[in-house]
């Protein structure tokens, strides 16, 4: 009988691939961990690269102090469970300087407390291999990236300045503090994402579920009250079934109304909609480009 692997099978297979390469090749890898769903996917691929043995690098989480309280709940309970080390970072410099969404806005809220903070945690780590889940389906600028995507001495990319993949042979050769961000589940879609965490049981924050929670429109985004820093004057709170088909900082990232509790409600949901994942991701909005001028700087 001819030996066949499902679609979700061969993706399984490159990213393992490309996580042991990159492994092989690393001094001092470390795996960005944002809590959603493409990190739960990237932690269950690392761990089954290296099972029997613990997944050999750390999880960084570059924490803007201004992420859903559920997240950062359940970030602490899967990394102690599973036995992952965790290493949470954030820009303390922002932080004392009062830095946040409402206080001074989507573009420089993210500069500080992510792009710097990321800059920051790396340069300190000194990491030559940085695993993140971008994939090519999410946002334009993110389908300009190799699977190998080479950073300067400044965390800075140069879209233009790309080392060829073909063959899927990846060049891990990097000059003194330069980096490279790789990214296995590049050749994903957010479709795969989602069977695979339902064929592999993969736990995941209960804020991509339905569920009755307070929220302000803005903007038109459903904007969630996670907590009492939310200028509340002149907007009304509304309370309905809402869930998040993307995670980040709570004053950035719009819920849709749904009514989706199960995963199997989910992917039919996601099957009906045309909708992209990141409609409701503010920072996508702050002006043309800007995705694409924040990596350059040296985001995710």
């Known amino acids: 009988m001819p030996y066949s692997m499902s679609q979700l099978d061969q993706l399984e297979a490159e990213a393992i691939h490309i996580i042991r390469e990159a492994v092989a090749q690393a001094e001092n890898p470390v795996m960005l961990y944002s809590v959603g769903k493409d990190s739960a996917v990237m932690v269950r691929l690392a761990q089954k690269a290296f099972a029997p043995g613990p997944v050999p690098f750390p999880l ?14 359940f970030r602490d309970k899967f990394c102690e469970e599973n036995g992952l080390k965790l290493l949470v970072h954030y820009n303390k410099e ?3 300087a009062g830095v946040g969404p409402f206080t001074h806005g989507s573009r420089k809220h993210t500069d500080i407390m992510k792009t710097q903070a990321l800059v920051q945690s790396l340069e300190q780590g000194g990491y030559d291999m940085i695993f993140g889940g ?10 300009k990236e190799r699977i190998y995507s080479f950073r300067d001495k400044f965390n800075q990319w140069d879209p233009k300045n790309q080392r060829p993949e073909v063959w899927s042979l990846y060049n891990g050769k990097i000059n003194p503090n330069e980096s490279v961000r790789v990214f296995p589940i590049s050749n994903w879609t957010e ?4 069977r695979y965490i339902e064929r592999e049981s993969i736990p995941i924050v209960p804020l991509y579920f339905a569920k009755k929670r307070p929220y302000v429109e803005i903007d038109g985004n459903l904007i969630m009250v996670d907590d009492d820093r939310m200028p509340l004057e002149g907007r009304e709170v509304k309370e309905d079934y809402i869930r998040f088909r993307t995670l980040g900082c709570y004053p950035l990232t719009g819920g849709v109304l749904s009514t989706v509790t199960t995963m199997a409600e989910m992917i039919e949901e996601m099957i009906n909609s045309d909708i992209s994942e990141r409609n409701s991701r503010v920072i996508d909005f702050d002006g043309e480009a800007s995705m694409e001028q924040k990596k350059r700087e040296g985001y995710f």
């Open 94 to 96: 922002g932080k004392a």
């Open 60 to 73: 960084l989480h570059i924490d803007s102090q201004w992420k859903f309280k559920e997240m950062i709940q």
């Open 134 to 143: 971008a994939r090519r389906d999410e946002e334009k600028s993110r389908a």
């Open 191 to 194: 479709m795969d994402v989602w």
